[in-house]
């Protein structure tokens, strides 16, 4: 149950922002701070999240065979390697790390 | 996904180049819902949940947060409230687009779901509005389809094929950040937030419930903004 409530606050709270861009008046949002929060704070949740499911289980900090696949990430990223490639890149690396006991 | 500033003086694109770059950029992405369906079940959401988001939210970062923090053992409001942060930025392409794109106002709240990263990118590159509308409407199309197809795909096969961390299938949600987060890295001050929201969101982790460091890591955003603005 608790999926679902966190499924439809997500549906509709998404949903109403992607709206509310297409309705508010044009400068209603054009504030410069405004506008730099709104650029900053993607940066910020993406930083955070990748590496919380980079280095933890649960709420323990640990380092395992996902760290090398993340590297395996950047490294194709580094060499613009289109998006597939470097979700793959990152699979195939934590993957064969663990096979290796990693 | 990195954004183009429009070419200053171009004229009208051809619809073929047009269509091919809309369907490279959906295409590419789309497939990418099944990495997004193998990672929800992974984190014990059922078939049913998975493809009710890809239907419904349709933004893969904020799905791919859900799912994760969920996972985590977050409890469903600081889960949600993650995902919608990382939602946010879509109005902010919405504003963009509704000057571009110049919709009649019954079509907007069905382009509405549609305004994510790729189909703005797309929409922005093009050098008039036709072009634009049309970019976006076969990127959003083709993402669209190809999402909520590989989403089922992905659910399914994590159902087949057992234990995901196996198949290092866990590394995926992580990989998707990092390759949305690392075109926004162009300045030090988007350098910085990313720096501190990582400190935040790791050293707060042992301390503070599920789903909540990832909020306060938010917090790097105006603290980088606000100690720039302090500096002469």
């Known amino acids: 149950m608790n999926v679902w409530i966190a499924i439809g606050i997500t549906v509709v709270g998404c949903y109403a922002v992607k709206l509310a861009g297409l309705l508010v008046p044009a400068g209603a949002l054009e504030r410069p701070t405004v506008q ?7 940066v910020a949740l993406l930083a955070a999240l990748t590496a919380q499911q980079t280095f933890s289980t649960g709420d323990a900090l640990v380092i395992d065979a996902r760290a090398a696949g993340l590297a395996a990430a950047a490294v194709a990223l580094l060499l613009r390697a289109p998006f ?19 | 996904m990195v954004m183009q500033e429009r070419p200053e003086g171009a004229v009208g694109r051809p619809r073929a180049a047009v269509v091919r770059d809309a369907l490279g950029v959906g295409v590419a992405v789309g497939l990418s819902g099944f990495a997004f369906g193998v990672t929800a079940a992974g984190a014990g959401i059922s078939t049913l949940q998975a493809c009710v988001l890809s239907l419904l939210v349709f933004t893969g970062a904020s799905q791919f947060a859900l799912v994760g923090a969920l996972a985590a053992g977050g409890n469903p409001f600081t889960a949600a409230a993650g995902a919608f942060f990382l939602g946010t930025r879509n109005a902010f392409y919405g504003l963009r687009l509704s000057q571009l794109l110049a919709l009649p106002r019954a079509v907007r709240p069905l382009a509405a779901h549609w305004v994510i990263d790729e189909t703005t990118a797309v929409a922005l590159a093009q050098p008039d509005r036709k072009s634009a509308r049309l970019g976006f409407t076969v990127t959003g199309l083709t993402l669209y389809v190809l999402w909520n197809l590989t989403t089922l795909l992905g659910a399914l096969g994590a159902e087949a ?15 998707v950040f990092l390759a949305l987060l690392a075109p926004m890295l162009k300045t030090s001050t988007e350098r910085a937030v990313a720096g501190l929201a990582l400190v935040l969101g790791l050293g707060l982790l042992p301390v503070l419930p599920a789903g909540v460091p990832v909020l306060v890591a938010a917090l790097a955003a105006p603290a980088v903004l606000w100690m720039k603005g302090r500096r002469p």
């Open chain 1, 36 to 42: 730099k929060l709104a650029a900053l704070l993607p």
């Open chain 1, 84 to 102: 597939l490639v470097v979700v793959g890149a990152a699979v195939v690396v934590t993957a064969g790390v663990r096979a290796l006991g990693g």
């Open chain 2, 161 to 175: 094929i057992g234990d995901t961390g196996a198949w290092g299938l866990d590394a995926a949600g992580p990989a």
